[in-house]
């Protein structure tokens, strides 16, 4: 089935690259919400095609709420419905017998016994991103409600490697500044970054690359324990982001080099004081961060920092071997024209969207067992 299951919303996404259109069924959203249009075409207009790096694909995005939402924008609780048709498809651009190496075609094709929409990789497309960047949109609105601010930064391309979270203080600004297209902590490896594209792109070519998700302000306890922690609930989102090939949280595999002397997380008494007593929600409870925000699969209110790797595009224009999937002829295959040079680019606001509509669902069930607490034990 093709339905996330969190702890509070049921989310299906429908459609094809290059049929009619295609959009998200979401349960469990709650009554009352404003929708913000400008912040949700915000959002989708840094995830949507726009030449130069990224597929020259014409998309505007524009979407029509089918249901869940009243005429002025607040959602009724029902389940919302919402809907992208595709402007832009060319379903004569491919030959859906040809699989293309490392695409979803192959496997795809002998799964369905030949019979789905292969076109542009049908229902594998990042296109099929679009609706989640849409409640992505919604989910990080209702997150800033209550102060929590995410931020995801192009950590690196290729070879060039940009900075991490880790080498900031986290202040409210890098959140805000890297609310934009190219999103980066510290400008000064754009140049770098791309030049990796732009090579990529003369060698017809394409390139993988990492981004970087944070959140700060997360109260403490968001997740349940075991096959609902918060890294196995991301993970699961992020690993369903298409190109998505590795996912680490806080220090990630640095860690297995690490002696447990330098990466265990030292608490920081006055913090975890003003924490529990309730007298500082935004105390810092440890001194360094090396758990990323998560122990034991629950936040620790600690900014919360992952990692997520893309592999390169499948879609290039150098010849690859393939075959013909009705008459296993070898066949070279070439992608010329609409397609992406690296997926970690746009990509970047499927995690950000990804991980807010994660976040938004713990907290929905986390406000669910406050109404019920009675504070701690001694
Ligand atoms: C934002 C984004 C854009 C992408 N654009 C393309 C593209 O233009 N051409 C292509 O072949 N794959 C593209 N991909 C990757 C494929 O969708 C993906 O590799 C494919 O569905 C196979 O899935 P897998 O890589 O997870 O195994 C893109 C991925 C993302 C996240």
Same mark, same amino acid.
């Given at each position: 089935m093709n339905t996330w299951n969190g702890e509070v919303l049921r989310i299906s996404i429908f459609g094809e690259s290059h049929g009619n259109g295609l959009g998200c069924v979401v349960d469990g959203l709650p009554a009352g919400i404003r929708t913000d249009a400008d912040k949700i075409r915000h959002e989708l207009n840094l995830r949507r095609p726009r030449?130069?790096?990224?597929?020259? +694909? &014409?998309? =505007?995005?524009?979407?029509?709420?089918?249901?869940?939402?009243?005429?002025?924008?607040?959602?009724?609780?029902?389940?919302?419905?919402v809907l992208f048709r595709n402007?832009?498809? +060319? &379903?004569? =651009?491919?030959?859906?017998?040809i699989p293309r190496p490392s695409h979803a075609d192959f496997s795809a094709y002998v799964k369905y016994h030949g019979f789905c929409d292969l076109n542009g990789g049908g229902h594998f497309s990042a296109r099929l991103t679009a609706p989640l960047v849409f409640l992505g949109a919604i989910a990080r609105c209702e997150l800033e409600k209550m102060g929590i601010l995410s931020a995801v930064s192009i950590k690196s391309i290729g070879n060039a490697v940009g900075k991490s979270f880790y080498d900031t203080d986290f202040r409210d600004d890098i959140f805000i500044n890297t609310d934009c297209e190219f999103p980066l902590i510290d400008a000064s490896c754009r140049d770098d970054m791309l030049r990796e594209l732009e090579t990529a792109k003369e060698e017809k070519d394409s390139v993988g690359g990492t981004v970087e998700f944070?959140?700060?302000?997360?109260?403490v306890g968001l997740g349940e324990p075991f096959f609902s922690s918060v890294e196995s609930s991301l993970a699961q989102l992020m690993f369903s982001i298409p190109a998505v090939k590795g996912v680490e949280f806080g220090r990630g595999f640095e860690l297995a080099k690490m002696r447990g002397s330098c990466a265990n997380d030292e608490f920081?008494?006055?913090g975890v004081e003003e924490k529990i007593k309730g007298m500082n929600k935004n105390a810092q409870i440890t001194y360094t961060n090396n758990a990323g925000g998560i122990n034991g699969g629950l936040t620790n209110s600690m900014p919360l920092?992952?990692?997520v790797a893309f592999k390169p595009i499948p879609s290039i224009g150098q010849g690859l071997q393939s075959v013909d999937m009705q008459s296993f002829e070898p066949v070279i295959v070439k992608t010329e024209g609409r397609h992406d040079v690296c997926a970690a680019l746009r990509g970047a606001f499927a995690v950000r969207s990804s991980a807010c509509i994660c976040m938004y669902?713990?907290?929905?069930k986390h406000s669910q067992y406050e109404r019920n607490s009675h504070g701690y034990s001694e």
């Open positions: 030449g130069g790096n990224t597929t020259s +694909r &014409k998309e =505007d995005d524009d979407y029509e709420i089918v249901s869940g939402v009243s005429k002025d924008g607040v959602t009724c609780g029902t389940p919302l419905c402007r832009d498809a +060319r &379903k004569g =651009d491919y030959n859906t017998r944070c959140m700060k302000n997360l109260p920081d008494p006055v920092i992952m990692r669902d713990f907290l929905l």
